[in-house]
Structure formats: structure tokens, C-alpha cells
């Protein structure tokens, strides 16, 4: 709910600096596609650029700190998912391009589908845990 939101609203704030700064932290990511832990790293240091171009710092201080709850879920799904990377990665460039286009509803629907495919991977690996056990 919340980073969607702000996403869009990044989408009518970001400066040219920071869309270039994000761009060079897509790029990073396509390079460390086959690391998970260096992946999860710029994925993180993307959002974070997202959010705090909104100009909202108590904003980004709560994203950062539910992020950085799911760090280890987030690598553990890149190394035994093998497409992960790739979802992740075509995930954030259309954030990206919605972003640079200045589309605020796309760069919202965008950053929800990308939040939605994480959460739907760890409800299913939670459901088949507690089933297991």
C-alpha cells in the first residue's frame, strides 16, 4: 500500500539526477543478475532512491526499515528460484521507464505489481512451510 503510492509520487518529483542515479542502479542490477546477495543490494539501494525522492523522510525511514526485514527472504528467493532475477529485473525497469516517462498512475500500477510478486512468492513458500510442518 505504501510504496506504491509513493512511487507515484516519486514519479512527479524526481529530478533528473536521481532518474539518472536510478538508472545507473538498473544497470548495476542487470550486472549482478547471477549474485543474489550483490542484487538484493542495488534492489535495495533502487527503492530507497525511489522513496526518498518524495521528499518524505519518515517515508523512507519506515520502507527502509520494512525492507530491510525481508533481505534474507528476498536472497533465498534468488538463489532457488532461478528466473527470479530476471522477474525482478524486467520488474524494475518498467518502474523505471514509468519513472522517466513522469507517469504517475503507471509508476504506481508498476511498484504494486512488482510488491504484489513478492509477496505472492512468500505467502506460497510461508502456506507450504506451515503445511509441512
Known amino acids: 500500500m505504501l510504496e506504491p503510492v509513493a512511487t507515484g509520487v516519486a514519479a512527479l518529483r524526481m529530478t533528473d539526477?536521481?532518474?539518472d542515479e536510478l538508472g545507473r542502479i538498473l544497470e548495476d542490477m542487470r550486472s549482478a543478475a547471477d549474485d543474489a546477495e550483490k542484487l538484493i543490494q542495488f534492489d535495495t539501494a533502487f527503492h530507497h532512491t525511489v522513496?526518498?525522492?518524495t521528499g518524505n523522510e519518515t517515508l523512507t525511514s519506515?520502507?527502509?526499515g520494512l525492507s530491510g526485514r525481508t533481505v534474507r527472504a528476498r536472497v533465498w528467493r534468488g538463489s532457488i528460484e532461478g528466473?527470479?532475477?530476471h522477474t525482478t529485473l524486467d520488474e524494475h525497469r518498467a518502474i523505471y521507464l514509468a519513472l522517466r516517462s513522469r507517469d504517475q498512475l503507471l509508476a504506481q500500477a508498476s511498484a504494486l505489481m512488482h510488491v504484489n510478486t513478492s509477496e505472492?512468492?512468500?505467502r506460497t513458500v510461508l502456506a507450504a512451510t506451515?503445511?509441512?510442518a
Do not use: E, K
Open 17 to 19: 539526477t536521481q532518474l
Open 51 to 53: 522513496i526518498a525522492s
Open 62 to 64: 519506515l520502507l527502509d
Open 83 to 85: 528466473h527470479a532475477a
Open 120 to 122: 505472492a512468492w512468500l
Open 130 to 132: 506451515a503445511a509441512d
